[in-house]
Protein backbone atom coordinates (compact mmCIF):
# COMPACT_ATOMS: atom_id res chain seq x y z
CA UNK A 1 0.00 0.00 0.00
CA UNK A 2 1.28 3.26 -0.96
CA UNK A 3 -0.64 6.98 -0.53
CA UNK A 4 -2.25 8.77 -3.17
CA UNK A 5 0.03 11.89 -3.04
CA UNK A 6 2.99 9.41 -3.51
CA UNK A 7 1.19 7.64 -6.91
CA UNK A 8 0.26 11.79 -8.37
CA UNK A 9 3.85 13.31 -7.84
CA UNK A 10 4.22 17.22 -8.41
CA UNK A 11 7.76 16.75 -10.47
CA UNK A 12 9.55 17.87 -13.64
CA UNK A 13 9.43 16.46 -17.23
CA UNK A 14 10.32 14.88 -19.44
CA UNK A 15 10.32 11.45 -17.79
CA UNK A 16 9.53 9.91 -13.66
CA UNK A 17 11.36 7.75 -13.75
CA UNK A 18 14.48 9.11 -15.95
CA UNK A 19 14.00 12.71 -14.30
CA UNK A 20 12.75 12.41 -10.55
CA UNK A 21 13.79 8.82 -9.94
CA UNK A 22 17.50 9.90 -10.69
CA UNK A 23 16.96 12.97 -8.71
CA UNK A 24 15.80 11.56 -5.64
CA UNK A 25 18.33 8.64 -5.79
CA UNK A 26 21.43 11.08 -6.14
CA UNK A 27 19.87 13.06 -3.40
CA UNK A 28 19.02 9.90 -1.06
CA UNK A 29 22.67 8.79 -1.45
CA UNK A 30 23.61 11.60 -0.49
CA UNK A 31 22.13 11.98 2.67
CA UNK A 32 23.16 8.93 3.98
CA UNK A 33 26.94 10.08 3.59
CA UNK A 34 25.68 13.03 5.55
CA UNK A 35 24.05 11.11 8.24
CA UNK A 36 26.99 9.26 8.51
CA UNK A 37 29.43 12.24 8.86
CA UNK A 38 31.33 11.68 5.79
CA UNK A 39 29.97 14.09 3.43
CA UNK A 40 32.65 16.83 3.96
CA UNK A 41 35.23 13.98 2.88
CA UNK A 42 33.54 13.26 -0.26
CA UNK A 43 35.86 14.73 -2.77
CA UNK A 44 34.69 12.56 -6.28
CA UNK A 45 31.59 11.23 -7.34
CA UNK A 46 30.53 8.69 -9.81
CA UNK A 47 27.34 7.88 -11.51
CA UNK A 48 26.72 5.33 -13.89
CA UNK A 49 23.52 4.73 -15.61
CA UNK A 50 22.26 1.67 -16.56
CA UNK A 51 19.89 -0.08 -18.94
CA UNK A 52 17.29 2.47 -20.01
CA UNK A 53 18.22 5.33 -18.01
CA UNK A 54 21.42 5.20 -20.23
CA UNK A 55 19.94 3.93 -23.87
CA UNK A 56 17.58 7.08 -23.31
CA UNK A 57 18.78 8.37 -20.99
CA UNK A 58 20.63 12.06 -22.97
CA UNK A 59 17.10 12.27 -24.83
CA UNK A 60 14.76 12.02 -21.48
CA UNK A 61 17.46 14.37 -19.30
CA UNK A 62 18.84 11.91 -17.29
CA UNK A 63 22.32 13.16 -17.11
CA UNK A 64 21.23 16.87 -16.02
CA UNK A 65 18.50 14.80 -13.01
CA UNK A 66 21.94 13.39 -11.70
CA UNK A 67 23.38 16.47 -11.47
CA UNK A 68 20.15 18.28 -10.06
CA UNK A 69 19.90 15.40 -7.21
CA UNK A 70 23.73 15.86 -5.95
CA UNK A 71 22.51 19.60 -5.66
CA UNK A 72 20.03 18.01 -3.28
CA UNK A 73 17.00 20.21 -5.29
CA UNK A 74 13.53 18.77 -5.06
CA UNK A 75 11.85 17.62 -7.87
CA UNK A 76 8.28 18.61 -6.27
CA UNK A 77 9.29 22.55 -5.70
CA UNK A 78 12.24 23.48 -7.87
CA UNK A 79 12.14 26.02 -10.71
CA UNK A 80 12.75 24.38 -13.94
CA UNK A 81 14.52 26.90 -15.78
CA UNK A 82 16.75 27.70 -12.36
CA UNK A 83 17.63 24.02 -11.73
CA UNK A 84 18.24 23.67 -15.57
CA UNK A 85 20.64 26.87 -15.23
CA UNK A 86 22.33 25.80 -12.47
CA UNK A 87 23.21 22.18 -14.65
CA UNK A 88 24.97 24.55 -17.00
CA UNK A 89 26.93 26.54 -14.66
CA UNK A 90 28.20 23.29 -12.81
CA UNK A 91 29.23 21.88 -16.31
CA UNK A 92 30.62 25.13 -17.55
CA UNK A 93 33.01 25.62 -14.28
CA UNK A 94 33.61 21.87 -13.60
CA UNK A 95 32.17 22.07 -9.55
CA UNK A 96 29.27 21.12 -8.08
CA UNK A 97 27.92 21.85 -3.95
CA UNK A 98 26.77 18.44 -2.68
CA UNK A 99 23.65 19.04 -1.08
CA UNK A 100 24.29 22.69 -1.93
CA UNK A 101 26.61 22.35 1.12
CA UNK A 102 30.08 20.81 0.03
CA UNK A 103 31.79 21.53 -3.43
CA UNK A 104 33.86 19.37 -5.42
CA UNK A 105 35.21 19.04 -8.96
CA UNK A 106 32.57 17.64 -11.17
CA UNK A 107 33.85 16.64 -14.76
CA UNK A 108 30.64 15.30 -16.50
CA UNK A 109 32.59 13.64 -19.01
CA UNK A 110 34.78 11.25 -16.36
CA UNK A 111 32.29 10.96 -13.69
CA UNK A 112 29.14 10.29 -15.23
CA UNK A 113 28.78 6.79 -17.21
CA UNK A 114 26.31 5.96 -19.51
CA UNK A 115 26.77 2.21 -19.61
CA UNK A 116 24.62 1.44 -22.86
CA UNK A 117 25.48 -2.38 -22.59
CA UNK A 118 24.42 -3.20 -19.07
CA UNK A 119 21.12 -4.33 -18.52
CA UNK A 120 20.23 -4.90 -15.09
CA UNK A 121 18.59 -8.06 -13.78
CA UNK A 122 16.80 -6.87 -11.16
CA UNK A 123 15.24 -3.91 -13.18
CA UNK A 124 16.28 -1.90 -16.31
CA UNK A 125 16.11 1.59 -15.14
CA UNK A 126 19.81 0.73 -12.89
CA UNK A 127 21.89 3.32 -11.30
CA UNK A 128 25.04 2.58 -9.03
CA UNK A 129 26.76 6.37 -7.24
CA UNK A 130 30.30 5.88 -5.70
CA UNK A 131 31.68 8.26 -3.19
CA UNK A 132 35.64 8.74 -3.00
CA UNK A 133 38.25 10.45 -1.07
CA UNK A 134 40.21 12.82 -2.34
CA UNK A 135 43.15 9.82 -1.98
CA UNK A 136 40.62 7.36 -4.26
CA UNK A 137 39.15 5.48 -1.12
CA UNK A 138 35.70 4.42 -1.59
CA UNK A 139 33.32 6.09 0.95
CA UNK A 140 30.27 4.75 0.06
CA UNK A 141 28.85 2.87 -2.68
CA UNK A 142 24.99 2.14 -3.82
CA UNK A 143 23.12 0.40 -6.56
CA UNK A 144 19.41 1.53 -7.05
CA UNK A 145 16.79 1.44 -9.56
CA UNK A 146 14.53 3.82 -10.78
CA UNK A 147 11.17 1.91 -10.50
CA UNK A 148 9.00 4.26 -12.60
CA UNK A 149 6.32 7.10 -11.58
CA UNK A 150 9.60 8.75 -9.14
CA UNK A 151 9.66 5.30 -7.34
CA UNK A 152 13.09 4.13 -6.41
CA UNK A 153 14.51 1.23 -4.56
CA UNK A 154 18.23 -0.30 -3.90
CA UNK A 155 19.40 -3.47 -4.69
CA UNK A 156 18.49 -4.85 -0.67
CA UNK A 157 14.91 -3.75 -1.48
CA UNK A 158 13.97 -5.18 -4.27
CA UNK A 159 16.14 -8.13 -3.55
CA UNK A 160 14.73 -8.36 0.17
CA UNK A 161 11.18 -6.80 -0.37
CA UNK A 162 9.51 -7.68 3.04
CA UNK A 163 12.41 -5.19 3.96
CA UNK A 164 9.96 -2.31 2.99
CA UNK A 165 9.99 0.39 0.09
CA UNK A 166 11.50 3.52 0.54
CA UNK A 167 7.92 4.90 0.91
CA UNK A 168 6.68 3.75 4.19
CA UNK A 169 3.45 0.80 3.57
CA UNK A 170 0.80 1.92 5.26
CA UNK A 171 0.41 -1.41 7.21
CA UNK A 172 -2.04 -0.03 9.67
CA UNK A 173 -4.32 0.76 6.76
CA UNK A 174 -7.81 0.08 7.43
CA UNK A 175 -8.74 -1.03 4.51
CA UNK A 176 -5.99 -2.84 2.74
CA UNK A 177 -6.44 -4.49 -0.62
CA UNK A 178 -4.06 -6.74 -2.62
CA UNK A 179 -6.35 -7.38 -5.25
CA UNK A 180 -9.52 -5.47 -7.24
CA UNK A 181 -11.21 -8.66 -5.88
CA UNK A 182 -10.12 -7.33 -2.66
CA UNK A 183 -10.85 -3.67 -3.24
CA UNK A 184 -14.06 -4.48 -4.54
CA UNK A 185 -15.08 -7.61 -1.64
CA UNK A 186 -14.39 -4.31 0.44
CA UNK A 187 -16.55 -1.64 -1.07
CA UNK A 188 -19.36 -4.60 -1.42
CA UNK A 189 -18.82 -4.99 2.85
CA UNK A 190 -18.44 -2.24 4.03
CA UNK A 191 -20.91 0.15 1.57
CA UNK A 192 -18.49 2.01 0.64
CA UNK A 193 -17.26 3.25 -2.91
CA UNK A 194 -13.62 2.27 -3.75
CA UNK A 195 -12.91 6.88 -3.36
CA UNK A 196 -14.21 6.15 0.10
CA UNK A 197 -12.15 3.28 0.72
CA UNK A 198 -8.82 4.34 -0.47
CA UNK A 199 -9.63 7.64 1.56
CA UNK A 200 -9.70 6.17 4.74
CA UNK A 201 -6.53 4.26 3.96
CA UNK A 202 -5.15 7.56 3.69
CA UNK A 203 -5.70 8.54 7.43
CA UNK A 204 -2.11 5.75 7.80
CA UNK A 205 -0.35 8.79 6.84
CA UNK A 206 -1.89 11.99 7.85
CA UNK A 207 -5.53 13.91 8.96
CA UNK A 208 -8.12 13.96 6.38
CA UNK A 209 -7.79 17.42 5.87
CA UNK A 210 -4.68 17.24 4.95
CA UNK A 211 -4.98 14.94 2.30
CA UNK A 212 -7.70 16.72 0.49
CA UNK A 213 -5.58 19.56 0.82
CA UNK A 214 -3.38 17.77 -1.10
CA UNK A 215 -5.47 16.22 -3.47
CA UNK A 216 -6.79 19.80 -4.05
CA UNK A 217 -2.92 20.91 -4.44
CA UNK A 218 -2.52 17.96 -7.33
CA UNK A 219 -5.45 19.04 -9.22
CA UNK A 220 -4.53 22.71 -9.57
CA UNK A 221 -1.70 21.64 -10.53
CA UNK A 222 -2.77 19.58 -13.19
CA UNK A 223 -4.96 22.59 -14.29
CA UNK A 224 -1.76 24.93 -14.28
CA UNK A 225 0.17 22.88 -16.55
CA UNK A 226 -2.34 22.42 -18.83
CA UNK A 227 -3.06 26.43 -18.76
CA UNK A 228 1.08 26.55 -19.25
CA UNK A 229 0.82 24.56 -22.40
CA UNK A 230 -1.91 26.62 -23.72
CA UNK A 231 0.59 29.46 -23.64
CA UNK A 232 3.51 28.92 -25.52
CA UNK A 233 4.74 27.87 -28.62
CA UNK A 234 7.70 27.44 -30.48
CA UNK A 235 9.51 24.23 -30.63
CA UNK A 236 10.54 21.14 -28.20
CA UNK A 237 13.96 20.76 -27.14
CA UNK A 238 16.12 18.06 -29.40
CA UNK A 239 17.12 17.31 -32.93
CA UNK A 240 13.44 16.02 -33.91
CA UNK A 241 11.95 19.58 -34.23
CA UNK A 242 8.70 19.03 -32.62
CA UNK A 243 6.44 21.68 -33.19
CA UNK A 244 4.27 23.22 -30.07
CA UNK A 245 0.93 22.58 -31.26
CA UNK A 246 -1.69 23.30 -28.43
CA UNK A 247 -1.76 27.05 -28.36
CA UNK A 248 -2.47 26.86 -32.07
CA UNK A 249 -5.31 24.21 -31.45
CA UNK A 250 -6.93 25.99 -28.44
CA UNK A 251 -7.01 29.25 -30.30
CA UNK A 252 -8.46 27.89 -33.26
CA UNK A 253 -11.11 25.84 -30.73
CA UNK A 254 -12.16 29.50 -29.64
CA UNK A 255 -12.50 31.63 -32.22
CA UNK A 256 -14.15 29.13 -34.65
CA UNK A 257 -18.18 28.25 -34.56
CA UNK A 258 -18.12 25.11 -32.44
CA UNK A 259 -18.20 21.40 -34.30
CA UNK A 260 -20.79 18.87 -33.71
CA UNK A 261 -20.55 17.24 -29.92
CA UNK A 262 -18.59 14.04 -30.86
CA UNK A 263 -15.76 16.22 -32.71
CA UNK A 264 -15.58 18.64 -30.17
CA UNK A 265 -15.56 16.15 -27.44
CA UNK A 266 -12.48 14.56 -28.69
CA UNK A 267 -10.85 18.44 -29.40
CA UNK A 268 -10.70 19.62 -26.32
CA UNK A 269 -9.53 16.08 -24.38
CA UNK A 270 -6.78 15.86 -27.27
CA UNK A 271 -6.26 19.50 -26.46
CA UNK A 272 -5.48 19.01 -23.04
CA UNK A 273 -3.65 16.32 -23.06
CA UNK A 274 -0.70 16.98 -25.57
CA UNK A 275 -0.49 20.85 -23.70
CA UNK A 276 0.52 18.62 -20.61
CA UNK A 277 2.90 16.28 -22.44
CA UNK A 278 4.38 19.42 -24.52
CA UNK A 279 4.92 20.67 -21.05
CA UNK A 280 6.49 17.53 -19.92
CA UNK A 281 8.94 17.43 -23.19
CA UNK A 282 10.38 20.35 -22.12
CA UNK A 283 11.48 19.60 -18.66
CA UNK A 284 8.77 21.33 -17.49
CA UNK A 285 6.54 21.47 -14.32
CA UNK A 286 3.91 18.58 -14.44
CA UNK A 287 2.17 15.65 -12.08
CA UNK A 288 3.38 11.76 -12.45
CA UNK A 289 -0.02 10.44 -13.16
CA UNK A 290 1.47 7.37 -12.45
CA UNK A 291 4.34 8.47 -14.93
CA UNK A 292 5.43 11.65 -16.72
CA UNK A 293 5.30 9.88 -19.87
CA UNK A 294 1.38 9.33 -19.42
CA UNK A 295 1.09 12.65 -17.69
CA UNK A 296 -1.62 14.08 -20.01
CA UNK A 297 -4.14 11.74 -19.78
CA UNK A 298 -6.04 11.75 -16.11
CA UNK A 299 -5.23 16.12 -16.41
CA UNK A 300 -7.46 15.87 -19.51
CA UNK A 301 -10.10 13.79 -18.38
CA UNK A 302 -10.07 15.92 -14.84
CA UNK A 303 -9.96 19.13 -16.77
CA UNK A 304 -13.02 18.15 -19.19
CA UNK A 305 -15.21 17.04 -16.54
CA UNK A 306 -14.26 18.10 -13.02
CA UNK A 307 -13.74 21.58 -13.49
CA UNK A 308 -15.73 24.89 -14.20
CA UNK A 309 -14.57 28.09 -15.75
CA UNK A 310 -13.68 28.88 -12.16
CA UNK A 311 -11.16 25.97 -11.70
CA UNK A 312 -11.77 22.42 -10.24
CA UNK A 313 -14.48 21.12 -8.80
CA UNK A 314 -13.27 20.13 -5.63
CA UNK A 315 -15.99 17.13 -5.03
CA UNK A 316 -15.30 16.16 -8.18
CA UNK A 317 -11.47 16.54 -8.57
CA UNK A 318 -11.59 14.21 -5.08
CA UNK A 319 -13.46 11.62 -5.67
CA UNK A 320 -11.78 11.49 -9.46
CA UNK A 321 -8.11 10.91 -8.06
CA UNK A 322 -9.16 8.86 -5.22
CA UNK A 323 -10.78 5.92 -7.47
CA UNK A 324 -7.94 6.63 -10.31
CA UNK A 325 -5.83 6.40 -7.77
CA UNK A 326 -6.98 2.92 -5.95
CA UNK A 327 -7.02 1.70 -9.45
CA UNK A 328 -3.22 2.97 -9.74
CA UNK A 329 -2.26 1.14 -6.72
CA UNK A 330 -3.20 -2.15 -8.35
CA UNK A 331 -1.26 -1.73 -11.17
CA UNK A 332 2.15 -0.67 -8.80
CA UNK A 333 1.47 -3.72 -6.57
CA UNK A 334 0.43 -6.54 -9.60
CA UNK A 335 2.32 -5.47 -12.28
CA UNK A 336 4.29 -1.72 -12.94
CA UNK A 337 4.02 1.11 -13.89
CA UNK A 338 7.49 1.33 -15.69
CA UNK A 339 7.82 1.41 -19.56
CA UNK A 340 11.13 0.19 -19.32
CA UNK A 341 9.76 -2.77 -17.43
CA UNK A 342 6.22 -3.28 -18.98
CA UNK A 343 6.39 -0.90 -22.69
CA UNK A 344 4.17 1.60 -22.69
CA UNK A 345 1.07 -0.26 -21.74
CA UNK A 346 2.50 0.33 -18.20
CA UNK A 347 2.42 4.04 -18.74
CA UNK A 348 -0.31 5.28 -21.38
CA UNK A 349 -1.69 1.96 -20.48
CA UNK A 350 -2.23 2.41 -17.04
CA UNK A 351 -3.10 6.06 -17.35
CA UNK A 352 -6.24 5.26 -19.48
CA UNK A 353 -7.19 2.33 -17.00
CA UNK A 354 -7.21 4.93 -13.86
CA UNK A 355 -9.32 7.69 -16.13
CA UNK A 356 -11.42 5.47 -17.26
CA UNK A 357 -12.25 4.50 -13.57
CA UNK A 358 -12.36 7.21 -12.42
CA UNK A 359 -14.32 9.24 -14.08
CA UNK A 360 -17.01 6.33 -13.67
CA UNK A 361 -17.08 7.16 -10.35
CA UNK A 362 -17.68 11.23 -11.19
CA UNK A 363 -20.30 9.63 -13.22
CA UNK A 364 -22.14 7.82 -10.70
CA UNK A 365 -21.07 4.25 -11.00
CA UNK A 366 -21.10 1.89 -8.69
CA UNK A 367 -17.60 -0.03 -7.58
CA UNK A 368 -18.15 -2.78 -10.41
CA UNK A 369 -18.57 -0.37 -12.84
CA UNK A 370 -15.38 1.65 -11.98
CA UNK A 371 -13.72 -1.55 -12.29
CA UNK A 372 -14.99 -2.73 -15.13
CA UNK A 373 -14.43 0.72 -16.82
CA UNK A 374 -10.50 0.51 -15.68
CA UNK A 375 -10.69 -3.30 -17.35
CA UNK A 376 -11.93 -1.76 -20.23
CA UNK A 377 -9.29 1.20 -20.46
CA UNK A 378 -6.08 -1.27 -20.21
CA UNK A 379 -7.47 -4.18 -22.62
CA UNK A 380 -7.22 -2.48 -25.25
CA UNK A 381 -3.76 -1.01 -25.13
CA UNK A 382 -2.33 -4.27 -23.81
CA UNK A 383 1.20 -4.33 -25.99
CA UNK A 384 1.84 -1.45 -26.57
CA UNK A 385 5.16 -0.61 -26.82
CA UNK A 386 7.18 2.34 -25.86
CA UNK A 387 9.65 3.26 -28.65
CA UNK A 388 11.11 7.06 -28.27
CA UNK A 389 12.38 8.07 -31.13
CA UNK A 390 15.48 9.76 -30.02
CA UNK A 391 14.99 8.87 -26.90
CA UNK A 392 13.11 11.98 -26.42
CA UNK A 393 9.25 11.94 -24.72
CA UNK A 394 7.82 13.34 -28.09
CA UNK A 395 6.77 11.15 -30.90
CA UNK A 396 4.80 9.02 -30.79
CA UNK A 397 4.46 9.72 -26.65
CA UNK A 398 2.50 12.97 -26.95
CA UNK A 399 -0.35 12.21 -29.53
CA UNK A 400 -0.48 8.91 -27.64
CA UNK A 401 -1.58 10.84 -24.58
CA UNK A 402 -3.96 12.48 -26.66
CA UNK A 403 -5.56 9.35 -28.18
CA UNK A 404 -5.60 7.56 -24.62
CA UNK A 405 -7.70 10.82 -23.02
CA UNK A 406 -10.47 9.91 -25.74
CA UNK A 407 -10.17 5.86 -25.08
CA UNK A 408 -10.50 6.50 -21.83
CA UNK A 409 -13.85 8.40 -21.54
CA UNK A 410 -14.82 5.79 -24.09
CA UNK A 411 -13.94 2.88 -21.88
CA UNK A 412 -16.30 5.01 -18.98
CA UNK A 413 -19.49 5.39 -21.13
CA UNK A 414 -18.88 1.57 -22.36
CA UNK A 415 -18.68 0.06 -18.59
CA UNK A 416 -21.87 2.55 -17.48
CA UNK A 417 -23.93 0.99 -20.40
CA UNK A 418 -23.24 -2.54 -19.69
CA UNK A 419 -25.58 -3.77 -16.05
CA UNK A 420 -23.61 -7.24 -16.51
CA UNK A 421 -21.01 -8.50 -14.77
CA UNK A 422 -17.51 -7.96 -17.45
CA UNK A 423 -16.41 -11.67 -18.80
CA UNK A 424 -12.66 -10.23 -17.99
CA UNK A 425 -11.65 -9.00 -14.43
CA UNK A 426 -9.85 -5.81 -13.97
CA UNK A 427 -7.32 -8.33 -12.05
CA UNK A 428 -6.97 -10.71 -15.02
CA UNK A 429 -6.06 -7.83 -17.24
CA UNK A 430 -3.84 -6.96 -14.81
CA UNK A 431 -2.00 -10.20 -14.55
CA UNK A 432 -2.23 -10.24 -18.37
CA UNK A 433 -0.35 -6.68 -19.05
CA UNK A 434 2.36 -8.14 -16.59
CA UNK A 435 2.77 -11.27 -18.63
CA UNK A 436 2.77 -9.44 -21.93
CA UNK A 437 5.52 -7.36 -20.30
CA UNK A 438 7.82 -9.79 -19.42
CA UNK A 439 7.43 -11.56 -22.88
CA UNK A 440 8.25 -8.45 -24.72
CA UNK A 441 11.31 -7.82 -26.24
CA UNK A 442 13.51 -5.23 -24.61
CA UNK A 443 14.29 -3.27 -27.88
CA UNK A 444 10.31 -2.49 -27.55
CA UNK A 445 10.77 -1.43 -23.74
CA UNK A 446 12.00 2.01 -23.69
CA UNK A 447 15.39 1.81 -25.24
CA UNK A 448 14.41 3.56 -28.52
CA UNK A 449 16.28 0.08 -30.17
CA UNK A 450 13.18 -0.85 -31.87
CA UNK A 451 9.31 0.68 -33.18
CA UNK A 452 9.18 3.77 -34.05
CA UNK A 453 12.66 4.55 -32.79
CA UNK A 454 14.31 2.56 -35.44
CA UNK A 455 12.43 3.58 -38.42
CA UNK A 456 12.03 7.12 -38.33
CA UNK A 457 15.58 9.45 -38.69
CA UNK A 458 15.85 11.17 -35.39
CA UNK A 459 17.72 14.56 -36.86
Given at each position: ????L?L?????GP??S?????I?????F???IE?????E???R???T???????????????D?????L??LN????D?????????????EGR?????????A??A?R?L???F?????????GM???A????????A???Y????????A?RR??????QG??????A?A??????A??????????A?S???????N????????????G??R?A???????????S??GY?P???K????AR???????????????????D??N?Y?M???????????V??AP??????I?????????????????T????F????A?I??????RA??????????????????????G??A??????G????????G???N?????D?????V??P???R?A?????A??A?????HN????R??????????R???L??????????LGG????VIAC
Amino acid sequence: MISVLDLFRIGIGPSSSHTVGPIRIATDFLERIERQGALERVARIEVTLQGSLALTGVGHGTPDACLMGLMGLNPETLDPEAAHAAVAKARTEGRIALLGKHEIAFDAARDLCLAFDVIPALHPNGMVLAALDDEGGEIAQAEYYSTGGGFFATRRQLEQPAQGDLIAGAADARFPFASANDLLDICRTQALSISDVVLANEASWRAKPETMEGLDRIARAMCECIDRGLSRDGYLPGPLKVRRRAREIHENLVSSAAPNEPECLMDWLNLYAMAVNEENASGGRVVTAPTNGAAGIIPSVLRHYCCEEGGPVFTKTRRFLLTAAGIGLLYKQRASISGAEMGCQGEVGVACSMAAGGLAAVWGGSPGQVAAAAEIGMEHNLGLTCDPVGGLVQIPCIERNAIAAVKAVNAARLALHNSESPRVSLDQVIETMRQTGLDMSTKYKETSLGGLAANVIAC
